[in-house]
């Protein structure tokens, strides 16, 4: 629902409405970036130096998915500024940036008053409400939805204070001179943005900006002609200190008198610290001080390791509640897949009345972790009242609030200085860190690092849920579906998330407040792309006292699993072949069609008869009204240990490309990631603790296990869909079809190779 001027005036003038008109008011924030010596500022995204630098702000945390490149480009691109004279800075949290896209799809989440008001990203109570809580949340791909449009008008807006700046200079009308490569042209005069910087300052850019007829757009290098495919042609700004070291992640942080903590944790879930024994760890060289949490207990010393080790000879032992154990979670998956009460979020035709089941099949999915490289670090420094915050974090207001609240400060006493994460995949959505680093800040009176081993990241991360999913279908003989039901048990992450996140809820009491609710994000992307005239797709709420979390791919990294491997297992019993069944279900999706036919080629397809070892998969996932569309084909066969992924081929169409490498790099990331959660990346739990301590555990895919990758991207103009989560979803069902091909053994639950023998 919009909101107009005039249907606000008349809602406002009905309910005498004063306190309804101030909320829908648009919001104006002081700006939060500060000129330097020889700058100005354009506006919240950007800022000129008098020797040609600009200098984009980016409020999205990078974590590996070139945000830092991406943003600044298209400011680039819309300014007509020289790449080479780009840089970035990480922005401060204000609602100039507030990710309004995210706010609209996470609208279930934090549960506005008034749905209808808050349901499109362009709805003013929406924006206002993402505004004043400054969501700048990095999650879900909506970079590009949130944040193109204000970097285009910020280039657009200064392209024309310096064409103004230089119409002045030149006597000429400042709409007739153009930007390229950082020099303001007209005939014959000339003069870069260095030169017309601090004049500039004196224009005020038109409203709106006059913004280039196209939109960012790198397309595709032209066979055959020199030169197009060498080298990209923005390439990333964070490469060069990521390659020599000098990029600042979390771990890199030092500041003068700085100590080190690490952490012990209590197992899931709701568990409480017991007496211990400081005396078992007083030998300890360079150990400084003990402090104890309600739920953990940390160790802070002038090195990280004297610390570890300390906690490693206390052994603190934990009382806890309610133990997470893996054959109760997967009892009560099977029950209420079975029969519990589920609610059904999207049908089609007459839904299941009457339908009767030619085929059903049971998949089942473990909790899958994050395994990110770099394992959850933060610095603090509380100093007269204020607190300052080192921090990776996708949330970062969230992550004030959270500290603020832990403190018993105002939030505006929290200063976030944002840093780089080595990887995340939703891990660092979480805010506990924050809190943990803020109070031995507090307890130790000096600048505190504290830093998770693998181990305490195991044991402290939620991971990806668990689930079952029931797929049945009733055919014609031929094998035509007439009627689809798709049915998943799983714990209502994203809600339970949402409890956290928003309301700063302890994951015990988010558990506990949603018993018996179903959560629309389970299921996401079970309905697929296909034609099926009648479709039931329903949630099974269950409740586990297992925590859990989003994760890169998000529920369709499971649902997409358990649609393909089914579509391929009625292919298979009606002899038709995989991919010209798929197709044949495609009338009302011809991009679909068109990618499979696509990844077909490029794998030199055959059929996927017995023996072949190639599987095949498509998925489609939706953001607002951009649309991404994937085609996947994998080749396994044997090799060392067992099958082995050998091959993957993948036509992938996200719409308009803004950065092709990028593009590739995400993707391509993508679907290594899959092939990590389709034969690893899981793990039991036992008396609340991960049965998995390391990496090695993990079974993640090394270089070596990684297979040859061919991606082909589809040229469109169509509204971008972000290339980071789209690569995952169709890797799991691509091998498990793959592996069926070649060995003739059907495996139904993930990780792939956890259900053999």
Same mark, same amino acid.
């Given at each position: 629902?919009?909101?107009?001027?005039?249907?606000?005036?008349?809602?406002?003038?009905?309910?005498?409405?004063?306190?309804?008109?101030?909320?829908?008011?648009?919001?104006?924030?002081?700006?939060?970036?500060? &000129?330097?010596?020889?700058?100005?500022?354009?506006?919240?995204?950007?800022?000129?130096?008098?020797?040609?630098?600009?200098?984009?702000?980016?409020?999205?945390?990078?974590?590996?998915?070139?945000?830092?490149?991406?943003? +600044?480009?298209?400011?680039?691109?819309?300014?007509?500024?020289?790449?080479?004279?780009?840089?970035?800075?990480?922005?401060?949290?204000?609602?100039?940036?507030?990710?309004? +896209?995210?706010?609209?799809?996470?609208?279930?989440?934090?549960?506005?008053?008034?749905?209808?008001?808050?349901?499109?990203?362009?709805?003013?109570?929406?924006?206002?409400?993402?505004?004043?809580?400054?969501?700048?949340?990095?999650?879900?791909?909506?970079?590009? &939805?949130? %944040?193109?449009?204000?970097?285009?008008?910020?280039?657009?807006?200064?392209?024309?204070?310096?064409?103004?700046?230089?119409?002045?200079?030149?006597?000429?009308?400042?709409?007739?001179?153009?930007?390229?490569?950082?020099?303001? %042209?007209?005939?014959?005069?000339?003069?870069?943005?260095?030169?017309?910087?601090?004049?500039?300052?004196?224009?005020?850019?038109?409203?709106?900006?006059?913004?280039?007829?196209?939109?960012?757009?790198?397309?595709?290098? $032209?066979?055959?002609?020199?030169?197009?495919? $060498?080298?990209?042609?923005?390439?990333?700004?964070?490469?060069?200190?990521?390659?020599?070291?000098?990029?600042?992640?979390?771990?890199?942080?030092?500041?003068?008198?700085?100590? %080190?903590?690490?952490?012990?944790?209590?197992?899931?879930?709701?568990?409480?610290?017991?007496?211990?024994?400081?005396?078992?760890?007083?030998?300890?060289?360079?150990?400084?001080?003990?402090?104890?949490?309600?739920?953990?207990? &940390?160790?802070?010393?002038?090195?990280?390791?004297?610390?570890?080790?300390?906690?490693?000879?206390?052994?603190?032992? @934990?009382?806890?509640?309610?133990?997470?154990?893996?054959?109760?979670?997967?009892?009560?998956?099977?029950?209420?897949?079975?029969?519990?009460?589920?609610?059904?979020?999207?049908?089609?035709?007459?839904?299941?009345?009457?339908?009767?089941?030619?085929?059903?099949?049971?998949?089942?999915?473990?909790?899958?972790?994050?395994?990110?490289?770099?394992? &959850?670090?933060?610095?603090?420094?509380?100093?007269?009242?204020?607190?300052?915050?080192?921090?990776?974090?996708?949330?970062?207001?969230?992550?004030?609030?959270?500290?603020?609240?832990?403190?018993?400060?105002?939030?505006?006493?929290?200063?976030?200085?944002?840093?780089?994460?080595?990887?995340?995949?939703?891990?660092?959505?979480?805010?506990? $860190?924050?809190?943990?680093?803020?109070?031995?800040?507090?307890?130790?009176?000096?600048?505190?690092?504290?830093?998770?081993?693998?181990?305490?990241?195991?044991?402290?991360?939620?991971?990806?849920?668990?689930?079952?999913?029931?797929?049945?279908?009733?055919?014609?003989?031929?094998?035509?579906?007439?009627?689809?039901?798709?049915?998943?048990?799983?714990?209502?992450?994203?809600?339970?998330?949402?409890?956290?996140?928003?309301?700063?809820?302890?994951?015990?009491?988010?558990?506990?407040?949603?018993?018996?609710?179903?959560?629309? @994000?389970?299921?996401?992307?079970?309905?697929?792309?296909?034609?099926?005239?009648?479709?039931?797709?329903?949630?099974?709420?269950?409740?586990?006292?297992?925590?859990?979390?989003?994760?890169?791919?998000?529920?369709?990294?499971?649902?997409?699993?358990?649609?393909?491997?089914?579509?391929?297992?009625?292919?298979?019993?009606?002899?038709?072949?995989?991919?010209? %069944?798929?197709?044949?279900?495609?009338?009302?999706?011809?991009?679909?069609?068109?990618?499979?036919?696509?990844?077909?080629?490029?794998?030199?397809?055959?059929?996927?008869?017995?023996?072949?070892?190639?599987?095949?998969?498509?998925?489609?996932?939706?953001?607002?009204?951009?649309?991404?569309?994937?085609?996947?084909?994998?080749?396994?066969?044997?090799?060392?240990?067992?099958?082995?992924?050998?091959?993957?081929?993948?036509?992938?169409?996200?719409?308009? $490309?803004?950065?092709?490498?990028?593009?590739?790099?995400?993707?391509?990331?993508?679907?290594?990631?899959?092939?990590?959660?389709?034969?690893?990346?899981?793990?039991?739990?036992?008396?609340?603790?991960?049965?998995?301590?390391?990496?090695?555990?993990?079974?993640?895919?090394?270089?070596?296990?990684?297979?040859?990758?061919?991606?082909?991207?589809?040229?469109?103009?169509?509204?971008?869909?972000?290339?980071?989560?789209?690569?995952?979803?169709?890797?799991?069902?691509?091998?498990?079809?793959?592996?069926?091909?070649?060995?003739?053994?059907?495996?139904?639950?993930?990780?792939?190779?956890?259900?053999?023998?």
């Amino acid at each position: 629902m919009q909101v107009s001027r005039r249907g606000l005036l008349a809602g406002a003038a009905i309910g005498g409405g004063l306190l309804i008109a101030w909320n829908l008011s648009p919001r104006s924030f002081a700006n939060p970036l500060a &000129a330097g010596e020889g700058e100005i500022v354009v506006d919240a995204w950007l800022k000129i130096a008098s020797d040609g630098v600009i200098t984009v702000a980016v409020p999205q945390l990078e974590m590996g998915q070139g945000v830092t490149t991406v943003l +600044p480009q298209i400011v680039a691109m819309e300014m007509g500024a020289d790449w080479r004279q780009v840089a970035v800075e990480p922005a401060p949290v204000s609602g100039a940036y507030a990710n309004v +896209p995210l706010a609209a799809h996470w609208a279930p989440l934090w549960g506005p008053l008034i749905p209808e008001l808050s349901d499109e990203p362009d709805d003013l109570l929406l924006r206002n409400w993402a505004q004043d809580k400054r969501f700048t949340v990095t999650a879900d791909g909506t970079t590009l &939805a949130a %944040y193109e449009q204000p970097c285009r008008d910020a280039g657009a807006a200064a392209r024309a204070m310096l064409a103004m700046a230089a119409g002045e200079r030149w006597d000429v009308p400042w709409d007739q001179c153009r930007a390229e490569n950082g020099v303001i %042209y007209h005939d014959e005069h000339a003069a870069s943005f260095a030169e017309l910087a601090m004049d500039a300052a004196r224009f005020d850019p038109p409203d709106p900006p006059p913004l280039k007829p196209e939109a960012p757009f790198e397309p595709a290098p $032209i066979a055959g002609i020199e030169g197009t495919d $060498i080298a990209p042609a923005y390439p990333r700004l964070d490469l060069p200190s990521k390659v020599d070291g000098s990029h600042v992640f979390a771990g890199d942080v030092r500041l003068p008198g700085m100590v %080190y903590a690490a952490i012990r944790h209590g197992p899931q879930n709701k568990s409480e610290l017991l007496e211990f024994d400081a005396g078992l760890a007083r030998g300890q060289r360079g150990l400084i001080q003990l402090v104890r949490g309600k739920r953990w207990l &940390a160790a802070i010393a002038d090195n990280w390791w004297s610390a570890e080790q300390a906690l490693q000879a206390i052994a603190p032992r @934990f009382a806890v509640e309610r133990p997470v154990n893996s054959p109760a979670i997967a009892e009560a998956l099977a029950r209420h897949l079975d029969d519990g009460p589920g609610t059904v979020f999207e049908t089609r035709g007459t839904g299941i009345d009457g339908y009767t089941p030619t085929m059903a099949r049971k998949y089942d999915v473990s909790p899958g972790v994050h395994a990110t490289i770099e394992t &959850a670090t933060a610095t603090a420094r509380l100093l007269d009242g204020t607190l300052e915050l080192w921090l990776p974090t996708q949330a970062p207001e969230f992550a004030r609030r959270a500290a603020a609240k832990a403190l018993g400060i105002s939030v505006g006493k929290v200063v976030l200085y944002p840093v780089s994460a080595g990887g995340s995949f939703d891990r660092r959505l979480q805010s506990e $860190i924050a809190i943990q680093v803020a109070l031995l800040a507090r307890e130790a009176g000096r600048p505190v690092q504290l830093t998770w081993s693998r181990w305490q990241e195991q044991v402290a991360s939620f991971p990806r849920p668990p689930a079952a999913g029931l797929m049945a279908a009733e055919t014609d003989n031929e094998g035509n579906i007439r009627t689809l039901r798709a049915r998943v048990a799983s714990p209502p992450t994203m809600r339970e998330f949402g409890r956290r996140l928003f309301d700063n809820e302890v994951s015990w009491a988010a558990i506990d407040g949603l018993e018996g609710e179903a959560d629309p @994000f389970a299921v996401s992307g079970l309905a697929g792309p296909y034609g099926v005239p009648n479709l039931s797709v329903e949630h099974a709420p269950v409740t586990a006292m297992l925590p859990t979390a989003p994760m890169r791919g998000q529920a369709d990294g499971y649902t997409c699993f358990m649609r393909e491997s089914f579509i391929d297992e009625l292919a298979e019993r009606y002899f038709r072949e995989p991919m010209s %069944y798929r197709i044949a279900m495609l009338g009302q999706d011809p991009g679909m069609a068109e990618c499979l036919q696509r990844a077909a080629r490029l794998a030199s397809w055959d059929g996927g008869r017995p023996g072949s070892g190639q599987g095949i998969a498509c998925h489609r996932m939706h953001l607002g009204t951009a649309t991404g569309r994937i085609a996947l084909v994998a080749e396994a066969g044997a090799g060392e240990g067992g099958v082995r992924a050998r091959r993957l081929f993948a036509c992938v169409d996200i719409g308009r $490309i803004v950065n092709r490498d990028i593009a590739l790099q995400q993707i391509e990331g993508g679907l290594v990631f899959g092939l990590a959660m389709a034969l690893g990346c899981s793990t039991d739990y036992s008396d609340g603790l991960p049965t998995h301590q390391r990496l090695s555990a993990l079974a993640m895919p090394t270089l070596a296990d990684c297979p040859q990758i061919n991606i082909e991207l589809v040229q469109s103009d169509a509204e971008p869909f972000d290339p980071g989560e789209i690569g995952v979803p169709p890797v799991a069902p691509a091998l498990a079809n793959a592996f069926a091909s070649a060995t003739g053994v059907r495996l139904r639950r993930l990780p792939l190779l956890s259900a053999l023998p």
